[in-house]
T-cell receptor
Framework: AQKVTQAQTEISVVEKEDVTLDCVYE???????LFWYKQPPSGELVFLIR??????QNEISGRYSWNFQKSTSSFNFTITASQVVDSAVYFC????????????FGKGITLSVRP | DTEVTQTPKHLVMGMTNKKSLKCEQH?????MYWYKQKAKKPPELMFV???????INESVPSRFSPECPNSSLLNLHLHALQPEDSALYLC?????????????FGSGTQLSVL
């Protein structure tokens, strides 16, 4: 069985602060894929990143960075110098391999960035 | 063009109505998905179509009937819904139904059942 835990439910920061969104996962698969999606108030889920279980390199994309730690089953997401447009719900998700594997989402973290 | 387009954006229907939700993508993706999302909850998978064939049905009640007329279109036919079916219905697509494929989501249809 797969499980994704996003223990933080709501985070509020002031613009330009750095913020880290935590994600911890459980899976019995040796190969799996981790994702982060952003859901702004408009509703669509926007893909942010995909990471496979064999690639533990951290990744940076502009103000976004991700820290994958297989030893602690965590895949945390940091936004540097947050902006009001970063306000959204952020979902971490996990998918194993196999024909019928499905994307398992965490409960999501609501991030509010105040001006 | 990296869009998944869903219509209508909002829908209000009575419990005896029949309506359909539509989803369209022109990215050449061969896997399409329906998800249901209640307020303040994560999306829940309903159906997966792979190469226009239904590959996953997550034990969804028969009052929801999916249809994939061609590789670009995905419909969800609704009949005799219940108020608890009110939710955001999200369509998604991916190149293939493969574990490592990222899903592209539409903006959803906000459904209210009265």
């Amino acid at each position: 069985a797969q499980k994704v835990t996003q223990a933080q439910t709501e985070i509020s920061v002031v613009e330009k602060e750095d913020v880290t969104l935590d994600c911890v996962y459980e899976t019995r698969d040796t190969t799996y894929y981790l994702f982060w999606y952003k859901q702004p108030p408009s509703g669509e889920l926007v893909f942010l990143i995909r990471r496979n279980s064999f690639d533990e390199q951290n990744e940076i994309s502009g103000r976004y960075s991700w820290n994958f730690q297989k030893s602690t089953s965590s895949f945390n997401f940091t936004i540097t110098a947050s902006q009001v447009v970063d306000s959204a719900v952020y979902f971490c998700a996990l998918r194993g391999v196999g024909a019928n594997s499905k994307l398992t989402f965490g409960k999501g973290i609501t991030l509010s960035v105040r001006p | 063009d990296t869009e998944v387009t869903q219509t209508p954006k909002h829908l209000v229907m009575g419990m005896t109505n029949k309506k359909s939700l539509k989803c369209e993508q022109h990215m050449g993706h061969r896997a399409m998905y329906w998800y249901k999302q209640k307020a303040k909850k994560p999306p829940e998978l309903m159906f997966v179509y792979s190469y226009e064939k239904l590959s996953i049905n997550e034990s969804v009640p028969s009052r929801f009937s999916p249809e994939c007329p061609n590789s670009s279109l995905l419909n969800l036919h609704l009949h005799a819904l219940q108020p608890e079916d009110s939710a955001l219905y999200l369509c998604a697509s991916s190149r293939w139904d493969n574990s490592n494929e990222k899903l592209f989501f539409g903006s959803g249809t906000q459904l209210s059942v009265l």
